[in-house]
C-alpha cells in the first residue's frame, strides 16, 4: 500500500466504491439540469441526441480505462496525453479538465440551493461546497461512503417516479414518436449538452492513484458505471417525454417535477426536489475529488503552483488542491448561473476527452489497446459534439483554452 508521507496516495477504493464514485458524479447532473435545454435543442429527436451522447460517451470511457489501466496514477487523460502525446496534449487536457469541470461543481452546487431555498440559492450553494471539501480533505474513503448512500437514495427516487409516470393515465406511447421537427444540428446540439450528464466516468480514471488493482479495478468500473447510468436516464427521459411531450419538457425548468404534476400525483414533487438536491449534492462530492486530483498531478509537474501538490500525512488526500478547488468553486457558486455552466462545461470537457482517445489510439496491442474503430469514433464525436454546442459556449470555451495555451507558452518560455 502507498504511504501518503512520500507524497503518494493509498490505494484504498476496490471496484464497488470506483462504480459508486462514477454513478454519484454522473446520476443527478443530466436528469435534474440538462434535460429541458436538450430537449429545447433537439425537440422530439430527444431519444436521438441520448443514444448519440451515450455512444460518444461509450468510446471515451473505454479509452479512458485503457489508458487508467496503463497509467494508474492521479490525473486521468492529464497524465495520458502526456505520456503518449507529449507535454502540450497532457496540458491542455488538465487545463480544460479543471476549468470546465470546476464550473461543474458551480453548477451542482447551484442545483442543490435550486431544489433545497430557491430563494437563497447561492448561499445555499456556497455552504455546501464548503462542507463537501471538507469531507473530501479527512479522506476519500468517507467521501464513497457518502456518495453510496446519495446514489442509493437517488436511484430509488427515480425508480419511484418512472414508475408513477409510466403507470399514470397521462403517459402516452405517441409523443416519443419522432416528428418532422427535428435537425442534425439541433440533434448534436442537444447530445452535447447531455453529454455533460455522461462525463463522470471520468472521477473512477481521475482517482487512479487511490484504486486497488487498477489494472483489473478501472476497466470494470467505468462501464459498469457508465452502463447503469445510460438505463437510468433513458427511462427517465422516456417516462418524462410520455408526460409532457417535447414541447412540455422544452419549456419546463424542472422537469420531474413538472412531469409528476402532470401525471397526477403531486405529492411526489417534494420528494423529487430532495432527490434533486441529494443527487447534485453526490455529483459535487465527486466532482471535487476529480478536480483535486488533476489539479494535484498538474502541480506535480508545475504546471500550476507545487504546493498544490501537497499529501496530508494522516487522511492521505491533496488536502492543499482540494481546499484550492473548494474556493474557486464556492466564488464561482455565489456569483454565477447554473445555466452559463453546463455548455462551458461540456466543452472543456469534450476537448479533454478528446485528448484521451487520441492518446488511446497510439496503444500497442501488448498495452491493452481497445479496438481501432473506438477511439476514432470518439475523437470524432468529442470534436463534432464540441462544436455543435451554442455558439457563445463554443466562443467562451474556445477563449479559456487559448488562454491556457498562452500560459503554457509563457512558462516554457521563461523556464527555457
Keep these: 500500500m ?3 508521507g512520500n507524497g503518494e496516495l493509498r490505494r484504498r ?156 393515465g397521462t403517459a402516452r406511447a405517441a409523443r ?21 450528464a455522461f462525463a463522470g466516468y471520468a472521477r473512477v480514471a481521475t482517482l487512479g492513484e487511490e484504486v486497488r488493482d487498477p489494472r483489473r479495478t478501472i476497466p470494470l468500473a467505468v462501464p459498469l458505471a457508465l452502463g447503469i447510468t445510460l438505463v437510468v436516464y433513458a427511462a427517465v427521459a422516456v417516462a418524462v417525454l410520455a408526460v409532457l411531450g417535447p414541447d412540455g419538457l422544452a419549456r419546463s425548468a424542472a422537469p420531474l417535477v413538472d412531469a409528476v404534476h402532470a401525471a397526477g400525483v403531486p405529492d411526489l414533487a417534494p420528494l423529487v426536489r430532495v432527490g434533486a438536491a441529494f443527487a447534485a449534492l453526490g455529483s459535487l462530492l465527486a466532482l471535487i475529488l476529480g478536480v483535486s486530483r488533476t489539479t494535484l498531478a498538474m502541480a506535480r509537474d508545475h504546471h500550476l503552483p507545487r504546493t498544490l501538490a501537497a ?26 448561473d447554473v445555466r452559463d455552466a453546463i455548455g462551458f462545461s461540456s466543452f472543456g470537457v469534450l476537448v479533454y476527452y478528446a485528448v484521451a482517445n487520441a492518446a488511446a489510439r497510439t496503444l500497442g496491442p501488448e498495452e491493452g489497446r481497445p479496438p481501432v474503430p473506438v477511439p476514432l469514433l470518439g475523437l470524432a464525436g468529442c470534436l463534432a459534439l464540441a462544436f455543435a454546442l451554442p455558439l457563445t459556449s463554443v466562443l467562451t470555451g474556445g477563449s479559456v483554452l487559448l488562454a491556457g495555451a498562452a500560459v503554457y507558452a509563457l512558462r516554457r518560455r521563461t523556464t527555457a
Excluded at 461543474?104 to 435550486?114: E, I, K, P
Excluded at 416519443?176 to 455533460?196: H, K, M, Y
Excluded at 499529501?311 to 454565477?336: K, M, N, Q, S
Design 311 to 336: 499529501v496530508h500525512p494522516r487522511f492521505g488526500v491533496p488536502h492543499h488542491a482540494e481546499l484550492a478547488v473548494g474556493a474557486v468553486v464556492a466564488v464561482l457558486a455565489a456569483t454565477i
Design 176 to 196: 416519443l414518436d419522432i416528428s418532422g421537427d427535428i435537425t442534425v444540428s439541433g440533434v448534436f446540439q442537444a447530445a452535447g449538452l447531455l453529454f455533460f
Design 13 to 168: 477504493l476496490g471496484v464497488r466504491d470506483a462504480v459508486v464514485i462514477g454513478l454519484g458524479s454522473m446520476i443527478g447532473a443530466g436528469v435534474f439540469t440538462a434535460l429541458g435545454p436538450a430537449a429545447r435543442a433537439a425537440g422530439s429527436g430527444l431519444l436521438l441526441s441520448l443514444a448519440l451522447a451515450a455512444v460518444v460517451a461509450y468510446c471515451n470511457a473505454t479509452s479512458s480505462a485503457r489508458l487508467a489501466a496503463r497509467y494508474p496514477r492521479s490525473g486521468g487523460t492529464y497524465v495520458y496525453g502526456r505520456e503518449r502525446l507529449g507535454d502540450f496534449w497532457g496540458y491542455l487536457a488538465g487545463w480544460g479538465f479543471v476549468v470546465g469541470k470546476t464550473a461543474s461543481c458551480a453548477a451542482m452546487a447551484l442545483t442543490v440551493g435550486a431544489y433545497t431555498w430557491p430563494e437563497r440559492a447561492h448561499a445555499v450553494a456556497v455552504a455546501a461546497v464548503v462542507a463537501l471539501t471538507a469531507l473530501n480533505c479527512t479522506g476519500v474513503r468517507k467521501a464513497a461512503w457518502l456518495t453510496r448512500t446519495i446514489v442509493a437514495f437517488v436511484l430509488a427516487v427515480l425508480a419511484a417516479v418512472v414508475t408513477a409516470l409510466l403507470t399514470s
Design 2 to 4: 502507498s504511504q501518503a
